[in-house]
């Protein structure tokens, strides 16, 4: 079974600390992976996509891919209230389109 | 412009009805995906269509029966329907590119079987 492990949460941080939220994945040939945000009722909404080994920055959103270790995280700095939102991370085998989802893990950003 | 859109945004039936859901995308993505959410879980995919035909149909019982009329439209005919299947249904979609497969999805549509 190719499973993307998530720690279900909820995880607490204050207002304008560092979040990180973090994945593992199994399925050695996985090639590309993403970063959801879902609000209550809502949608998922990409929010990262990352390909290769290392970091990539959007504004306050940072993905981190480690392949040798299968391992995907996301950091959000100087977290908001707005951020309070289930996050799901998505893994997808090379040449294919089926995602994997993670469990998701709720994030409380508070006052 | 990232925009997949559903209709209808609720939808209530009864298990004797015959109700269809609807996905339109005009990002030019020849991949498109029905998913059901149940609540405080992950997405599960139920369908995938590639180039307008269907590629991936994960054992989904036959109540549910998917149609992509075009590549930028994606129906979901519902039939005789049980109430476990009331969930938030999910359509997206994704262009295949060097980047991966990344699939935007839409608002859902709440359905809700008495």
């Known amino acids: 079974q190719k499973e993307v492990e998530q720690n279900s949460g909820p995880l607490s941080v204050p207002e304008g600390a560092i979040a990180s939220l973090n994945c593992t994945y199994s399925?050695?040939?996985?090639?590309?992976f993403f970063w959801y945000r879902q609000y209550s009722g809502k949608s998922p909404e990409l929010i990262m996509s990352i390909y290769s080994n290392g970091d990539k920055e959007d504004g306050r959103f940072t993905a981190q891919l480690n392949k040798a270790s299968q391992y995907v995280s996301l950091l959000i700095r100087d977290s908001q209230p707005s951020d309070s939102a289930t996050y799901l991370c998505?893994?997808?085998?090379?040449?294919?389109?089926?995602?994997?989802f993670g469990t998701g893990t709720q994030l409380k950003v508070e006052l | 412009d990232t925009e997949v859109t559903q209709t209808p945004k609720h939808l209530v039936m009864g298990m004797t009805n015959k109700k269809s859901l609807k996905c339109e995308q005009h990002?030019?993505?020849?991949?498109m995906y029905w998913y059901k959410q149940k609540a405080k879980k992950p997405p599960e995919l139920m369908f995938v269509?590639?180039?307008?035909?269907?590629?991936i149909n994960e054992s989904v019982p036959s109540r549910f029966s998917p149609e992509c009329p075009n590549s930028s439209l994606l129906n979901l005919h519902l039939h005789a329907l049980q109430p476990e299947d009331s969930a938030l249904y999910l359509c997206?979609?994704?262009?295949?590119?060097?980047?991966?497969?990344?699939?935007?999805f839409g608002p859902g549509t709440r359905l809700t079987v008495l």
């Open positions: 998505a893994a997808c085998p090379g040449g294919g389109n089926k995602l994997t």
């Open positions: 990002m030019g993505h020849r991949a």
């Open positions: 399925d050695r040939g996985s090639q590309s």
């Open positions: 269509y590639s180039y307008e035909k269907l590629s």
């Open positions: 997206a979609s994704s262009q295949a590119s060097s980047l991966g497969y990344e699939q935007f």
